[in-house]
């Protein structure tokens, strides 16, 4: 199994040791063996040595570089990852335990990203803005930020690590990022690509859990922080950006999404979307649809056919070794997450009805059953809470009126789903529900060029498309006077005056000129006069 891998942090383009002297350990969620207990940790030390390496390229090497040559590198780096992407993928499969096919997804879909925003790097434009007869011109340019830092979820580092880094550095700022502790290694790989690419101090990875993420939420020169995790730290970076020097703030947090299957919704399509989004990385994915609202005449038949598609993954072969190929589930990402999920088992079995599933799965590794719950309790937390696996609630409507009242009774707004064939309820229904994205007859994936991110407690700012650029860019204001030649009240002796001062100017020049000339032609001939 385990090949060598890098474990240090990477800063200037050189691999490093913590100064911290801090280590931390990952063990394979699939078997319990140990990948490595020497991951080096950052410190404050080491942050500040980051930064400098990051505030340095942006006053130079990158920040000042012609955006068409930003462009090129980051269509390098985007290539080289592409390259690479299953021996990146099996690095954080490694770690934490996802199938392999998904983590390489996720690194493809990174590649794709540097790639779309390489194209938009020399395509930052300004506006001027017309002045008004008395008013002054306004020229309106947007500027990179400076020194920007990023720290991402442990689900697909691939992907958060790109959604932050690459527009920041389209935009002509410099990164810093922190990958979780629990599956920092594929993205700690890159820098050999990095280096290849971009000028020294462009791209920073620092590895580290909580701590290393709060030095860098707090430190007086990072300018900006993108943050993707839990709702619960992402109050606290919004802290720590407030105390220390109200540095930007974007989150992505958590999400509690439903899912409206109403009456006339291809059962069979709803029922397959709906496996496929609790099962894609073991159901630890932001956007899974966990909250199932069906009409009441359709559920029982709902329930059947999802008890099926969960089945048929089974009998594929498809829940296992995550780094085999044909692998579609693995386990869950490391022993917290998975007693995490079998107490939020345990919640669903005393305040609603246990339908499939239920369970951890064999015995060995920290893989558990697909399961479904009916009719829980509305305040039971496993209804309000996420839980971060492959476990969702399913409730009746009868009313559309009831079903928006149901998926917006939550704290959260990041994604939602609908299956209809009414194009006219499903326009109607999405202008209702309160939440960032939503999908009809699908559920939702993020896409490359549209704006991702939540409404409500599951964050604000967005990365993808134009609106992830714009979160790296300030605009300025140049404001031009004109300065209004008044010729009514010179004397006519000023401008007599300041003719005379001209003719004497230019006069000197002319002649010191020809002397010039003059003296070059000489010394070219032998000191005769030609000319
Ligand atoms: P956490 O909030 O626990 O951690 C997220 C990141 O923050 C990790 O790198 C973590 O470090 C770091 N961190 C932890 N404590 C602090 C702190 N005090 N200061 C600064 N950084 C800190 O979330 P999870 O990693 O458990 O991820 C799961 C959550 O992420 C879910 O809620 C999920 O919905 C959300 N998510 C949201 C997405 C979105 O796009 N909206 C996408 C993917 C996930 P470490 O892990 O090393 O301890």
Redesign the pocket.
Known sequence: MASTFETRIFINNEYVEAKSKDV?TIHSPADGTLISDQVHSAGEQDIDAAVDAAQKAFKGSWGRQDPIERAKAMFKFADLIREKAQDLARLDTLAMGSAISTQTMGYRIAADLFTYYAGLADKIHGEAIYPTSTGPYKIVQREPIGVCAG??????SS??FA?KVAPALAAGNTSIF?????A?LGVLALGPMIKECFPPGTINIV???????????SHMQIRQIA????????R??QE?AAKSNLKRVS?????KSPSIIFEDADVDLAAAKTAESTLMNTG????MASRVYIHETIADDFILRLKKAFDAVDQRNAIGDPLAETTEVGPL?DQA?FDRVLSFLEIGKTDGELVIGGARRGQTGLFVQPTVFKNVARDSRIAKE?V?GPVITVQVFQTEEEAIKLANDTVYG?SACLYTKSIARALRVSREIETGSIAINDWYF?SLGAP???VKQ??YGR?GGMEGLNDYLQTKTIQIKEVAVLPNKRSRADCQRNQHQYYLVMKSILRSTFDGNVRKRRASVGGQLVS
């Open positions: 931390f720290i991402g979820a442990w689900n697909v992907i958060l959604w922190k990958p979780s502790e629990k920092p590895n580290g859990a909580g701590k290393t993420g709060a030095l860098l939420a943050f993707t995790g839990s709702t619960a730290t992402g606290k970076i720590y989150l992505e947090l958590g999400g630890q994915i932001c956007a990402a997450q996420e971060f990041l993020p991702f991110g939540g599951s964050g990365e």
